[in-house]
């Protein structure tokens, strides 16, 4: 198995080059999760959505189509979110993938956000896209993975090797990584990702080397 330590410098580029595009095949989805302590433990901090603040958990950052090693963007403009069509999932998505963007935005909002950017390039109607999201992050509970490895969001700080373990014995598929800074400039786990299927049903091997921008250790904290 590859080290996250490797990191391949074409996979970065890639990773963050975006085309639009008009529909494509999606040939596998990046699936990221975020930990809301970390957004929140900034400088500029966080906002929570007028639902509430969101329960300490692995909450859904985005669910991002790549065709050709390419993550696509905007493909159907004339595609709106249309909020009667996730109506009953609702509760889910709010509990899932809220905003914690300042200033507080409106979640519909935020959704149609990522139904323009991200969904419409999916190759899945806007109902099962949103699923789509919903049951990966209830497939893939982070959360209890490492807690069970005994790696808590205790504002405690631990190797990046022994979480990327704990998720390959329970997923059997490497992440990705993704940092940011603290207040008083310690670095902390953001973003874990894994990839998805083009269905968006199932986790897979993610092509290429996974990304990671962290150190070998960093801080899990509180939320």
Known sequence: MKSIFSINILVILVAVLAIPCSAQNVDFFDFIQQWPGSYCDTKEGCCYPKSGKPASDFIVYGLQPYSNATRLLNCDPKSPFIPSKVSGITTLLQKYWPSLICPRENERKHWANEWSQFGTCSALNQQNYFKAA????????????????????????????????????AIGHEPGFQCNVDKSGNTQLLLISLCANPQGSQIIECPGLAMNTCKKTIKFPKF
Do not use: H, M, Q, W
């Open 134 to 169: 919903i049951n990966l992050r209830k497939k893939v509970n982070l959360l209890r993975i490492l807690k069970t490895a005994g790696i808590r969001p205790n504002g405690k700080f631990y190797e990046l090797s022994s979480i990327s373990d704990a998720i390959i014995k």
